[in-house]
T-cell receptor, first 115, second 113 residues
Framework: DVKVTQSSRYLVKRTGEKVFLECVQD?????MFWYRQDPGLGLRLIYF???????EKGDIPEGYSVSREKKERFSLILESASTNQTSMYLC??????????????FGQGTRLTVV | GENVEQHPSTLSVQEGDSAVIKCTYS??????FPWYKQELGKGPQLIID?????GEKKDQRIAVTLNKTAKHFSLHITETQPEDSAVYFC????????????FGKGTKLSVKP
């Protein structure tokens, strides 16, 4: 079974802190994604990556950055956390290459509260 | 930009009844339409998907239909059970962007025993 593991289920951080959310997948997937989920807004794409050291902006990248130094790991960074970044963050991975659209596997989510 | 509209936002049915959730999409280049189920405290999980070369797909009590001309696709759950209670998301593959999905805002389905 594919496993996508997010390092924390719950996080509480202070305004202005630099925050790292970590995600690891164990199926050698090329594609990795970070979404945020807010009530009534569904899942919105923050950043994604098709390969090591590659990154692409999603729909709401402002205030975030990412890092992909190894194929299995994709990190989301909040440079200076703000209260409007309080949300559920979901990491996902999928097989890439010649198969363009394939199932995305999600982690369990990290609920981040910025106070 | 591209978007996916999903209706209704909440749906309550009696156990044994059918449930239908409808989505429309705007990107004409979309060719992949998955549906995800999210149970409380968990990440979304794929339950069924359909590609643009197929009009309907069924898996036991779950079926999905696609009308590419009208840019509509729907999820049908028959003989609903309490364990079907969850939030359901439709999504559309973003044309020209490998593996990139646009999600609807979700439908909270409640199945009453």
């Amino acid at each position: 079974d594919v496993k996508v593991t997010q390092s924390s289920r719950y996080l509480v951080k202070r305004t202005g802190e630099k925050v790292f959310l970590e995600c690891v997948q164990d199926m050698d997937h090329e594609n990795m994604f970070w979404y945020r989920q807010d009530p009534g807004l569904g899942l919105r794409l923050i950043y994604f990556s098709y390969d090591v050291k590659m990154k692409e902006k999603g729909d709401i990248p402002e205030g975030y950055s990412v890092s992909r130094e190894k194929k299995e790991r994709f990190s989301l960074i909040l440079e200076s956390a703000s209260t409007n970044q309080t949300s559920m963050y979901l990491c996902a991975s999928s097989f890439g290459g010649a198969s363009r659209d394939t199932e995305a596997f999600f982690g369990q989510g990290t609920r981040l509260t910025v106070v | 930009g591209e978007n996916v509209e999903q209706h209704p936002s909440t749906l309550s049915v009696q156990e044994g009844d059918s449930a239908v959730i409808k989505c429309t999409y705007s990107d004409s280049a979309s060719n992949y339409f998955p549906w995800y189920k999210q149970e409380l405290g968990k990440g979304p999980q794929l339950i069924i998907d359909i590609r643009s070369n197929v009009g309907e797909k069924k898996d036991q009590r779950i079926a999905v239909t696609l009308n590419k001309t009208a840019k509509h696709f729907s999820l049908h759950i028959t003989e609903t059970q309490p364990e079907d209670s969850a939030v359901y998301f439709c999504a559309a593959g973003r044309g020209g962007s490998q593996g990139n999905l646009i999600f609807g805002k979700g439908t909270k389905l409640s199945v009453k025993p």
